[in-house]
């Protein structure tokens, strides 16, 4: 403790200006306010001699008279010095009482940052409209946003606790989860628009046995519709692989192969293709929110998976109606 003390007192003697508290600039403007140090003593629950002393250390720290003290009733006041000094005490007063807003309104999860993991799919369809809506509601909460093409990858960073929420695929991965699912994202096929299964406007498994598709290289989606596939002795040849849901799909345009995919990856209006239902229906791909079930959710995170609810309602029934 003595060698902070002497520490700082070598500081002081270096640079008057950093022994210039608070309370040092909290006296000058109550003395200014009232015009006495007797009033200026009462406002702030000192004793005048408790003022007049911090108005003295000010002053010599500063190297200025800041008051001008004619004795007697007459008020005292400020010199030039001392309204100079007192325009910079205010900025730095009315900075203060922002920062200790800033700072209730983060223990109360109204600021502060909500590090939020996503993938392509989700970042193009669900998240811009949750986006929207967060910062109306919560303007001064800044999203940070981590992509990826593995909500496997993603559901690791939350387990690290570097991300608050994350979009991912149920089932999850072992792990200290929880989640809340907010769609149902069925598969579909995409196929070249001048493909001979476009006309029927739907494919059955029949039709995938052997048929060249192009998949995703890390998306979980894939190798979920993959394995189902397999489960029912059907055999797709995988002739290209993609983590960008773009490019699958122009592939596909360009007559490489059809892709089996989940609805919400697809752009629907792209006369380039053609997009199918398959019968009998694939499982489908159930998007959720997850979070760290040990670590504490602000009210932020909370607003954010209420969003995230509401719009996958929405955009699960634009789903339902698409291609039917």
Known sequence: MNTIIESDRALTAKDPWLGVELRHLA??????????????????????????QQIGTLERLVGERLLERPGGPR????????????????????????????????????????????????????????????????????IRLTESASDDELLGLVERGELDLAFAMLPLPEGPFEAEELLADR???????????????????????????IGNRACRSTALAESELSLRGVSPDVAFRSDDNGTVQSLVASGFGAALVPLLAVDAHDDRVAVLDVEPEIPARRIALAWHRDRHRSPAARAFLDLARAVGVEVGEDLVALCH
């Open 27 to 52: 006296a000058l403007d109550a003395v200014a306010r009232t015009g006495s140090f007797g009033r200026a003593a009462e406002a702030l629950g000192y004793t005048q001699s408790a003022v007049s």
């Open 75 to 142: 008020a005292v006041t400020l010199t030039e010095a001392g309204e100079l000094l007192l325009r910079h005490a205010e900025a730095i007063v009315a900075r203060l009482r922002a920062a200790e807003a800033d700072m209730a309104a983060l223990r109360h999860g109204q600021a502060g940052a909500l590090h939020v993991g996503t993938f392509q799919s989700v970042g193009a369809r669900i998240l811009p409209a949750v986006l929207r809506r967060f910062r109306a509601a919560w303007p001064r909460v800044e």
């Open 187 to 213: 598969y579909v096929l995409v196929v070249p628009a001048e493909h001979p299964l476009a006309a029927a406007g739907r494919a059955s498994l029949a039709d995938l046995d052997g048929l060249p598709l």
